[in-house]
């Protein structure tokens, strides 16, 4: 169980705080989704739970343990806005043996077939995969790592219908094992997932009844 208590960021760089007091929990096999506009600090919160910044103020704890920027890193897998952008493996074996080239080749296989590319040959090249092949890839070198929660930035942007709706029955899947925050500008595509539903605006947070959004949606 995720809980975030009274978190703030402020960085030397921002005149105002970018997160405001911002509290929430996440059970396991439970999705949440955050949606806000642009500019109002959805980023920001996904990487001060993946540990990549420090917050000003506050607490992440899993379960009854506070955790510190190093814990994040192991607990949470973070999958950025557009990911395949930073494919720089020049096969799919190496994006998934990047900085873990340890990593035994069951492990691949199984990261594979959690994000159905287990009849993808391990040679293509990342570049050469389908928009929805893509994501799945980014999914599975984060899965890899066997994180306890994952944390998605905008999953859907920039895909096609068809391809939205692959995701989207991805991400109903690995949520059966998994802990998912996903954080979008829109909820039309995520809202059904989702088990909890907050809006942000100018970084706080607040928490939306998920049924009238379900049918406004639908
Ligand atoms: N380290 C930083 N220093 C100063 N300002 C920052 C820093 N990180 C983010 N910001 C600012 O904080 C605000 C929130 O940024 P963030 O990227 O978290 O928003 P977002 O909701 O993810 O936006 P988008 O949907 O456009 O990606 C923006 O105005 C951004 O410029």
């Known amino acids: 169980m995720l809980y975030l208590k009274h978190l703030t960021y402020h960085p030397a760089a921002s005149t ?31 990487e001060l739970l993946a540990g990549l910044a420090q917050p000003t103020a506050g607490q992440i704890c899993w379960r009854q343990q506070v955790l510190d920027t190093e814990a994040l890193q192991q607990l949470a897998g973070l999958v950025f806005q557009f990911p395949e952008r930073h494919f720089c493996g020049r ?24 994000v159905g590319l287990s009849h993808v040959p391990l040679t293509a090249a990342p570049h050469a995969l389908s928009g929805g092949q893509q994501r799945r890839l980014a999914l599975a070198v984060q899965l890899i790592r066997q994180p306890y929660l994952l944390l998605l930035d905008e999953p859907t ?10 995701v989207v029955s991805l991400l109903s899947q690995l ?23 907050w809006g942000i605006h100018q970084g706080q947070l607040q928490e939306q009844p998920r049924f009238p959004m379900v049918q406004a949606a639908s």
Do not use: F, N
Request: hydrophobic share 40%.
């Open 16 to 46: 105002t705080a970018i997160l405001r007091d911002i509290s929430l929990q996440l059970g396991p096999q439970e999705m949440g989704l955050i949606i806000g506009p642009s500019g109002s600090g959805k980023t920001s919160l996904l």
């Open 91 to 114: 096969t799919v074996l190496d994006e998934l043996r990047l900085g873990h080239p340890e990593i035994p080749a069951e492990r691949i296989h199984q990261a594979l077939e959690a």
């Open 157 to 166: 942007a920039g895909l096609d219908w068809s391809t939205r709706r692959q």
């Open 175 to 197: 949520k059966r094992q998994w802990s998912l925050l996903v954080v979008s500008h829109d909820s039309e595509d995520l809202v059904t997932l989702a088990d909890r539903c």
